[in-house]
């Protein structure tokens, strides 16, 4: 098989971690490109190369032999075209981890700065001769690890802000299940998929599944969008936290759009927020 770059795999990834993982397991040439080789804890069939994609100069090294590209995006823009020339350069196919821009549904349609950053990196992809294939996830139910957990830990009570938005949050497993594919496949190129979770459930029901899951009854207080501002500047920066705010108000008042991609792609049904919350209920416990 053709060796495998991954961006943004080391240690803390969520989903390219688990890409690297399952790569490793098929005996794949994988790579992983990481700023600190030391803290990266990868499975030890995985070659480990030092790059930053904020020096450019670094992914020459990473990128040389490469074939195909796994790409995770949470750099600053000004890095995005010395990148993405970088990588036409030397390779010949992307999978690239975005967002799901094209759909028609208001959580994803609302204008803020990270998302003009997104759309440049599918034009230059698009524009650059790469074989190409976008992943767009919708909420990651990874989210809660850092939105809920801290909450969870420290007593019964989680205060959060427009409780009823339902999303369909999506098993980051599933996510790099179909990466996997998009990766060692052929009859991906060009492909645009959609992936959620099977369920659309407000936030106040995710809350409430993992209570369920830890064997805990969770009180949820609604808080202000202002009142949030404030306390969500700890988990994100500014820009983030004014689009999640934005997007979860615009939600209101419609189900969560839900695909059959994951199954389509991987031929397993996807992960519930339920199977999610129960694999991961060590880390909402004190
Ligand atoms: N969260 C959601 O609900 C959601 C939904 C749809 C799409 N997305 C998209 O998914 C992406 C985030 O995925 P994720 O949650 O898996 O990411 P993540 O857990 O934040 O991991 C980011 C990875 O990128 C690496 N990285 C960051 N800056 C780097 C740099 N300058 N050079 C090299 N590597 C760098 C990090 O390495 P270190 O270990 O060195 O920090 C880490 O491995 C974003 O593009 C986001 O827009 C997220």
């Known amino acids: 098989m053709n060796p495998i770059l991954v961006i943004g795999g080391t240690g803390t990834g969520t989903v390219g971690r688990q890409v690297l993982s399952r790569l490793a397991a098929t005996g794949a040439h994988v790579r992983a490109m990481v700023r600190n ?38 750099a600053p823009a000004a890095a995005v075209a010395p990148t993405l020339e970088r990588i036409t350069k030397h390779a010949r196919r992307i999978v690239y981890l975005s967002a799901p821009l094209k759909t028609a549904h208001p959580l994803f349609q609302q204008p803020n700065p990270l998302r003009a950053m997104f759309e440049q990196i599918e034009r230059l992809i698009e524009t650059s001769g790469l074989q190409w294939t976008f992943l767009r996830p919708g909420m990651f139910a990874a989210n809660a690890l850092s939105w809920w957990a801290p909450q969870i830990r420290a007593g019964d009570v989680v205060r959060w802000p427009h409780l009823a938005a339902p999303t369909a949050p999506i098993d980051e497993r599933d996510i790099a299940a179909v990466a996997v594919r998009a990766l060692c496949e052929d009859g991906h190129v060009g492909a645009e998929y959609v992936l959620t979770g099977p369920q659309s459930l407000s936030q106040f029901e995710q809350v409430s599944t993992i209570g369920r899951a830890i064997g805990r009854s969770l009180r949820v207080e609604e808080i202000s969008p202002d009142e949030a501002r404030r306390e969500l500047l700890t988990i994100g920066p500014l820009p983030a936290v004014n689009m999640l705010l934005q997007a979860w108000a ?28 129960t694999d991961n209920a060590a880390e909402f416990r004190a």
């Not at 499975?43 to 490469?66: A, K, N, S, Y």
């Not at 615009?250 to 996807?270: K, L, N, R, W, Y």
């Open 37 to 74: 080789p030391g803290a990266a804890r990868l499975p030890t069939q995985v070659e480990v190369v030092r790059g930053d994609l904020t020096l450019p100069e670094t992914l020459d090294g990473c990128l040389d032999g490469i074939d195909t590209v796994f790409l995770v995006w949470t």
């Open 250 to 277: 615009a939600a209101i008042g419609q189900p969560a759009h839900v695909t059959s991609t994951v199954t389509e792609i991987t031929g397993a049904p996807a992960k519930t927020f339920l199977d999610w919350a």
